[in-house]
C-alpha cells in the first residue's frame, strides 16, 4: 500500500533523515556514537586477524569494521572477498547505528488487544504484522528493530497457536509425540474457544484425553484448574530484560489465559541500578514483577537443575507447563557441566515439552546430534530442526571473532523426556 501511495503522489517526500545504508554507515572508529567507537576499540583488543593471527587492527573500508591486522591481510583473504562476508559486516554496521540515531521509532508503539472479529495470521513476519495491526514496517531498518525484540515471544506463540504455521511430519517438522504435547497446551490455552471448549462436551473431552494417551495422568480435573500457563525460559539472558510491554504481545494472543513467564539462570535478572547481574540465595523468594492481571514475570536467579532438585516447581504439568531454551550452546564445551550433566536430565525429567533455538543451522544440529547422542533412550523428538519463521531479522555480531555474524533465534527444534517406554514381553 505504501508503494501505491508513493506511485500516485500521495506520499509525503522521504526526510533527509530516514533510515539509508548511505546515511546510516560509518566507520566504527569513527563513529558518531561513543558506544560504537568503544566497541570497535574492544575488538581490536580481543579479536585475531583470521589470516596473520595478530591483533585486528585494520577497518574493513567496505563494512566499516576491524576484521584483520592490515590492509595487506585484508586484501589476502580471499574467504572474506569471495563470499561478501563484509555485506553482513555492513548490514551490522547500519542497524547499529540506526538504533542509536535518535530517529523516532513509531514501529516500538505496539498493538494491543486483538479484536475478536480479527483472526491474526501467522505465516510470515508480515502477515503477522498486518493482521495484528503493527505499525507499517516499510523499511529493513524498522523491520530489524522489531523482529529482534519480538522474536522470542513470537517464537513461542507461533508453536503454542491452534493457527500454528508448523504442521505435522511428513509436510511439516512436528512429529506424532510433538502434536501430543501441543495438543496438550492448546486443549488448554483454547479451552473457552469456540471449537475448543470442553465444559458442556464430553465427546470432544474424552476424544482428545484418548488421543493424548499417556498424558491421562493429569486428566480433566487438571485443565479445570483456574491458573497461569507457565512458561519456562531455562538459561535466560537477553529475553530475560525485554519489557513487559514486549512479553504482553503473547498474551495478547491467548486473551483467555493468564501467563508467568519464569526466567531461569544466574544471568536472568540484570539490576539497572547496579548495572549488575543479580544472584539471590535459594532461600531468598523469586524477583516478580507483575505487568497485569493475566502477566506476571518471575526471576529465578540460579541453575534449573538446582530448583528441580529442590522441587521448587512441583508438580509439572504438561497441560500448563512448556519449556524454552534460547541458543543454549548444549554442545559448547564450556557448558557441558551444568547442561549436559545437570540441567538437561532434569528438563527431561519433567515430561514436559521443550523447544531449543540457534543462532544457525550448524549450531542448532550441533545441540540436537548432542541431545541424540546422549540422551536418546530417555527422550522424544517433538520437532525436527527446522528454520524459524519468526527469527530475527537483524543482524549481530561477535565482537571475540568479527567474522562471525548471526541472528537470533534463527533455527528452532523440539524435544521432551520420554513419557512411557516400551515392555519387551
Avoid at 292 to 317: A, K
Amino acid at each position: 500500500m505504501g508503494f501505491v501511495r508513493n506511485a500516485l503522489g500521495l506520499e509525503p517526500p522521504p526526510s533527509p533523515t530516514d533510515p539509508t545504508p548511505e546515511n546510516r554507515f560509518h566507520p566504527w572508529d569513527q563513529s558518531p556514537c561513543e558506544a560504537l567507537r568503544e566497541r570497535a576499540a574492544r575488538i581490536k583488543a580481543l579479536a585475531q586477524c583470521p589470516v596473520t593471527g595478530k591483533n585486528v587492527q585494520y577497518i574493513c573500508p567496505l563494512s566499516g569494521i576491524p576484521t584483520h591486522h592490515s590492509r595487506e591481510a585484508w586484501s589476502c583473504d580471499k574467504y572474506y572477498h569471495d563470499n561478501k562476508i563484509y555485506e553482513l559486516l555492513k548490514k551490522v554496521n547500519i542497524y547499529e547505528h540506526d538504533l542509536r540515531s535518535g530517529r523516532p521509532f513509531p514501529e516500538f508503539e505496539f498493538p494491543q488487544e486483538q479484536g475478536f472479529d480479527r483472526m491474526v495470521n501467522m505465516t510470515n513476519w508480515d502477515l503477522f504484522f498486518y493482521t495484528r495491526g503493527f505499525y507499517s514496517m516499510d523499511t529493513e531498518f524498522q523491520l530489524a528493530a522489531v523482529t529482534k525484540m519480538l522474536s522470542y515471544p513470537i517464537t513461542i506463540a507461533s508453536l503454542l497457536s491452534q493457527f500454528s504455521p508448523y504442521s505435522l511430519n511428513p509436510k511439516g517438522p512436528i512429529t506424532l509425540e510433538g502434536l501430543k504435547s501441543l495438543a496438550a497446551l492448546r486443549y488448554t490455552l483454547y479451552s473457552n474457544q469456540g471449537n475448543y471448549k470442553y465444559s458442556n462436551d464430553s465427546t470432544r473431552r474424552n476424544n482428545t484425553t484418548s488421543f493424548l494417551n499417556g498424558y491421562d495422568s493429569y486428566n480433566t480435573n487438571s485443565l479445570l484448574k483456574n491458573r497461569a500457563m507457565r512458561l519456562f525460559i531455562v538459561g535466560a539472558r537477553a529475553e530475560s530484560q525485554l519489557p513487559g510491554h514486549v512479553w504482553k504481545q503473547l498474551q495478547y494472543l491467548f486473551t483467555n489465559q493468564k501467563f508467568d513467564i519464569i526466567f531461569i539462570g544466574p544471568e536472568c535478572y540484570f539490576d539497572k541500578n547496579k548495572q549488575e547481574y543479580t544472584k539471590l540465595p535459594m532461600e531468598s523468594p523469586p524477583i516478580i514483577n507483575k505487568i497485569d492481571e493475566s502477566l506476571r514475570l518471575i526471576y529465578y536467579t540460579d541453575y534449573f537443575h538446582t530448583f528441580h532438585e529442590s522441587q521448587e516447581f512441583f508438580p509439572y504439568d504438561p497441560y500448563f507447563d512448556c519449556f524454552f531454551t534460547f541458543h543454549p550452546g548444549f554442545a559448547s564445551p564450556e557448558n557441558a557441566d551444568h547442561w549436559v550433566n545437570k540441567t538437561i536430565p532434569a528438563l527431561l525429567d519433567t515430561k514436559c515439552a521443550i523447544f531449543t533455538t540457534g543462532f544457525d543451522k550448524n549450531d542448532l544440529m550441533n545441540d540436537m546430534n548432542l541431545l541424540e547422542n546422549k540422551f536418546s533412550p530417555e527422550m522424544d523428538i517433538l520437532m525436527d530442526p527446522i528454520k524459524n519463521i519468526f527469527g530475527s531479522t537483524k543482524w549481530e555480531l561477535n565482537d571475540l571473532n568479527p567474522h562471525e555474524v548471526y541472528r537470533f533465534n534463527m533455527y528452532i527444534a523440539g524435544f521432551r523426556g520420554k513419557r512411557y517406554h516400551t515392555i519387551e514381553k
